[in-house]
C-alpha cells in the first residue's frame, strides 16, 4: 500500500464508485461491442444516416451520446430504452471485480458512506449490488439520466449530486474510476481521485489528468480501508 493511498483514505470521509470497472464488468458475458451493434441496427432501422465510424463503434455508450446529439429526442428515448434493457440482461453474467466487494464492506465498516456515481442506469446498478447481497452498503445511486447523454460523466453534475445527497464536503471524498471520464468528472466536482488502472496504458492517462493516485489493483484501496478501521 503507498503512503499516497494511505494518506488520501485518511483524509475521506465519503467514498464514490464508478460502477463498471471498479465494481464489476457489467458486459462481461454480454459483451459490449455487441451491444453497441444492437443498438446501431436500430437506429439503422429507423433510417438514421449513420457516420461511418458509428457503425464499428463498440461502446452502447459511445453510441447513446452520438444519438443524443445528433438525432432528435424521440431516437434517443428508443436507443436509451434499448440500452437498459440491455444493462439488466447484462447485470445477470456481470463479472465482480476482485476486492470491490472487500472495498466497499470494509468503507463501511470504517464508517465511510459510499455511493455509486455511473454512466450506466441506476436499475441496473442497483440489480446487481441486490444480486450480490451489496445493496445495504451503497446509497444512493447516482445512474445514468434518462435520455439525455450529455449529463453523462464526463459531466460533474452526476459527481456533484452523490455529494449533496451525502452531505459532504467535495473535496473530503474520493471517486473510484476506471476511465479518463471518471477523473474528468471528478476534478471538475472538486472531489480527490482515484485511478483504477485496470489495463497497463491507463496508468499514465490517469497520471496526466491529474488523479490523486493510481492503482492497479482494488486490493491496496481495501488494505488502506482495513488499516484505517483498525485505527
Known amino acids: 500500500m503507498s503512503a499516497d493511498l494511505a494518506r488520501l483514505i485518511a483524509e475521506t470521509d465519503a467514498i464514490l464508485f464508478d460502477f463498471d470497472g471498479p465494481v464489476c464488468s457489467i458486459f462481461a458475458g454480454y459483451p459490449a461491442p455487441k451491444i453497441a451493434a444492437e443498438l446501431v441496427e436500430l437506429l439503422q432501422r429507423r433510417g438514421v444516416s449513420l457516420p461511418p465510424q458509428l457503425a ?15 438525432a432528435e429526442q424521440t431516437l434517443t428515448r428508443a436507443v436509451e430504452d434499448a440500452l437498459r434493457a440491455a444493462e439488466l440482461r447484462a447485470i445477470e453474467s456481470a463479472a465482480p471485480t476482485s476486492y470491490s466487494r472487500e472495498v466497499i464492506v470494509a468503507a463501511r465498516q470504517a464508517g465511510l458512506p459510499v455511493a455509486v456515481v455511473s454512466n450506466n442506469s441506476a436499475e441496473a446498478v442497483t440489480a446487481y449490488l441486490v444480486a450480490h447481497r451489496l445493496a445495504g452498503y451503497v446509497a444512493p445511486i447516482v445512474g445514468r439520466a434518462y435520455a439525455d447523454p450529455a449529463r453523462m460523466k464526463p459531466n460533474p453534475e452526476p459527481v456533484l449530486q452523490a455529494v449533496r445527497d451525502l452531505r459532504v464536503q467535495a473535496a473530503k471524498t474520493v471517486l473510484i474510476g476506471d476511465s479518463l471520464s471518471d477523473i474528468e468528472a471528478g476534478r471538475a466536482a472538486g472531489v480527490r481521485t482515484i485511478g483504477y488502472a ?34
Open 198 to 231: 485496470n489495463r497497463p496504458a491507463k496508468a499514465t492517462v490517469f497520471q496526466e489528468a491529474g488523479a490523486d493516485v493510481v492503482i492497479d489493483s482494488m486490493g491496496p484501496l481495501a488494505a488502506a480501508l482495513i488499516t484505517d478501521t483498525g485505527d
Open 56 to 70: 464499428s463503434e463498440t461502446d452502447p455508450l459511445e453510441v447513446l451520446r452520438w444519438t443524443g446529439s445528433a
